[in-house]
């Protein structure tokens, strides 16, 4: 899975799942500069089935994505 990929999934619920085995893709969370910027689910309510193996990795990731309280680009629950 690639960055762009992400995009299919903006102004919905994901749910991402940690695997450091074999993840989907390799996400960096950032203060700036962000490929797309998340809020963090309270709850699962409302999540698409769709579950995303991520491993946070900070040396090469996939994708940066950026925690926000608004105006987000999609909202993801973490399992």
Known sequence: MRKEDL???KGKKITFKQDNSFPDIK???VDSFPDYKIKVASDRSFATSDVIKYKEDSSFPDVKLQRVTSFEDFQIWFE
């Open 7 to 9: 995009s299919r999934f």
């Open 27 to 29: 996400v960096k969370f």
